[in-house]
T-cell receptor, first 112, second 112 residues
Framework: SQTIHQWPATLVQPVGSPLSLECTVEGTSNPNLYWYRQAAGRGLQLLFYSVGIGQISSEVPQNLSASRPQDRQFILSSKKLLLSDSGFYLC???????????FGSGTRLTVV | ELKVEQNPLFLSMQEGKNYTIYCNYSTTSDRLYWYRQDPGKSLESLFVLLSNGAVKQEGRLMASLDTKARLSTLHITAAVHDLSATYFCAVELGSSASKIIFGSGTRLSIRP
């Protein structure tokens, strides 16, 4: 069966520090992968999506970047965090159209 | 640009009552998803609606899709406290890499 792993679960980082969040998928190949952000009490905003290794599409201009170094690995990064980067970050894969999107457990990032 | 609007955004209801959450979207799409999110948690897939007229039911929840009206509904029958959560609809924007755009969510609180 397919599973999606995301870590860390919680992160507190100072302003100006770097960020690296990792997401991996098991049990499938060539998945479409997505990063979403959810601000407190709000909906989900699509940040990046990837259809394959090295292929990244950005949805909104921001302080973040994404990379896909391996087929089942998707990384969200920042060189210098801003206070506004705080939020709940969710990785997802699209289930190849069969069962809808599956989300990881999320990373709660607080920038202080 | 695809826009997804949910209403109401907040709903407080008594146990045993029925209610409906509405999801309108602005461009043509044949796939719509409903998710549940408990506080501090990730998203759980509830329903995947893949065609016009699709209706799916799970327990006290029933979802339907009218692609011509660009409308989906999530109906709650005889609500119980365990259904308290935030519910999101999401619409798929198809292209070479499908991606889903979320509504703002409906925060449902069911009181005894």
């Amino acid at each position: 069966s397919q599973t999606i792993h995301q870590w860390p679960a919680t992160l507190v980082q100072p302003v100006g520090s770097p960020l690296s969040l990792e997401c991996t998928v098991e049990g499938t190949s060539n998945p479409n992968l997505y990063w979403y952000r959810q601000a407190a009490g709000r909906g989900l905003q699509l940040l990046f999506y990837s259809v394959g290794i090295g292929q990244i599409s950005s949805e909104v201009p921001q302080n973040l970047s994404a990379s896909r170094p391996q087929d089942r690995q998707f990384i969200l990064s920042s060189k210098k965090l801003l206070l506004s980067d705080s939020g709940f970050y969710l990785c997802a894969w699209d289930g190849q159209g069969r069962s809808g999107y599956t989300f990881g457990s999320g990373t709660r990032l607080t920038v202080v | 640009e695809l826009k997804v609007e949910q209403n109401p955004l907040f709903l407080s209801m008594q146990e045993g009552k029925n209610y409906t959450i509405y999801c309108n979207y602005s461009t043509t799409s044949d796939r719509l998803y409903w998710y549940r999110q408990d506080p501090g948690k990730s998203l759980e897939s509830l329903f995947v609606l893949l065609s016009n007229g699709a209706v799916k039911q799970e327990g006290r929840l029933m979802a339907s899709l009218d692609t011509k009206a660009r409308l989906s509904t999530l109906h709650i029958t005889a609500a119980v406290h365990d259904l308290s959560a935030t519910y999101f609809c999401a619409v798929e924007l198809g292209s070479s890499a499908s991606k889903i755009i979320f509504g703002s969510g409906t925060r449902l609180s069911i009181r005894p």
